[in-house]
């Protein structure tokens, strides 16, 4: 039985590591976690936000709006993230609406997917509560 996600993995160019630092703890709040001892010879570092946990790696040459691939991370305040994307630069995507919940999606500033949502909370019309 699945629990849930543990992780969630992208890459950035090796020569940006300092800027995507930057851009995930000072734009998007996470902070830098504990990566073992044994992983020491593999490039990268982790993040962590409430329960969700990030790592990032370095590779060269991907060529990521292709790709679909995302990491999907739940909030509260949305509104928050979106004001910090767009005053960071950032660009929100459109994303087709889904029944239940608020999200953007946008490109980090090394074009990796990551989509961030909230779900509505507000009592449905035939919610007797």
Avoid: C
Avoid at 105 to 110: I, L, N, Q, S, Y
């Amino acid at each position: 039985m699945f629990k849930r996600i543990d992780h969630a993995q992208i890459t950035v160019p090796p020569d940006q590591v300092d800027k995507a630092k930057a851009f995930y703890i000072q734009y998007l709040g996470f902070e830098i976690t504990h990566r073992p001892a044994t992983l020491d010879h593999i490039p990268g570092f982790w993040l962590q936000a409430g329960g969700a946990q990030l790592h990032i790696g370095y590779e060269e040459g991907i060529e990521r709006r292709k790709t679909n691939a995302h990491p999907a991370f739940e909030v509260t305040n949305l509104d928050f993230y979106r004001q910090k994307i767009v005053e960071g630069g950032g660009i929100i995507d459109p994303s087709i609406p889904i029944p239940g919940r608020d999200r953007i999606e946008f490109r980090d500033p090394f074009d990796n997917r990551i989509e961030l949502l909230e779900y509505d909370s507000s009592p449905k019309k035939d919610d007797p509560t």
